[in-house]
């Protein structure tokens, strides 16, 4: 268990539809990232927050968006869903910065749009 | 397109025999890391290396970073069932900005 929790485990929408995924990062840690795996793409980096600011930017559309809220857990909404954007979409958190800290992955969302 | 490449994509190996996979980037790295992926799991970090030419060694498993901070590799010896599970690099593009960029993957598969 590396103390973060994503919600929901699982999520089967359609097209065109909304969902928001929940993460909540190890306690005391101040970084999220949000990645998203699929078996074409690997492991894509979406978003970082720190301390409730953006503080990088990966492959994320424009469809996609992210905040930080000051409890420190985040949120990932996607909007006008594609089948294209069934994946495995990834929380994390480390201390401080990317890259400098190894980073806490949770359990993952597996989001499926029929 | 895909800065950090992993080679191979996939290796089978019989249980006791040795393996590598190569982490090779486009531009130099600040930093590497290495994650491992069970099946089903999530990626769990194994370690970290920093400086040129640095090499560490957690039980069967040494990790070296290039001289010129480019490439990395992960060798296992005498793999085990328990090693089985997809092994990412991932590190800071030098001119990147704050962002970690994932290698491919190498997928280890390990049969009796």
């Known amino acids: 268990d590396s103390g973060v929790t994503q919600t929901p485990k699982h999520l089967i929408t359609a097209t065109g539809q909304r969902v928001t995924l929940r993460c909540s990062p190890r306690s005391g840690d101040l970084s999220v990232y949000w990645y998203q795996q699929s078996l074409d793409q690997g492991l894509q980096f979406l978003i970082q927050?720190?301390?409730?600011?953006?503080?990088a930017k990966g492959n994320i559309l424009e469809r996609f968006s992210a905040q930080q809220f000051p409890d420190l857990h985040s949120e990932l909404n996607l909007s006008s869903l594609e089948l294209g954007d069934s994946a495995l979409y990834f929380c994390a958190s480390s201390a401080r910065g990317q890259g400098i800290h190894e980073q806490f992955f949770g359990p993952g969302t597996r989001l499926t749009v029929l | 397109g895909q800065q950090v490449m992993q080679i191979p994509q996939y290796q089978h190996v019989q249980e006791g025999e040795d393996f590598t996979t190569y982490c090779n980037s486009s531009?130099?790295?600040?930093?590497i890391q290495w994650y491992k992926q069970r099946p089903g799991g999530h990626p769990v970090f194994l370690i970290q290396?920093?400086?040129?030419?640095e090499v560490k060694k957690q039980k069967r498993l040494t990790f070296q970073f290039g001289e010129a901070k480019k490439n990395s590799s992960l060798h296992i010896t005498a793999t085990q069932t328990t090693d089985v599970g997809t092994y990412f690099c991932a590190g800071i593009l030098t001119g990147g900005g704050n962002k970690l960029t994932f290698g491919t993957g190498t997928q280890l598969k390990v049969e009796l």
């Open positions: 531009t130099t790295l600040s930093n």
């Open positions: 290396l920093v400086k040129s030419g």
């Open positions: 927050y720190y301390n409730g600011e953006e503080r």
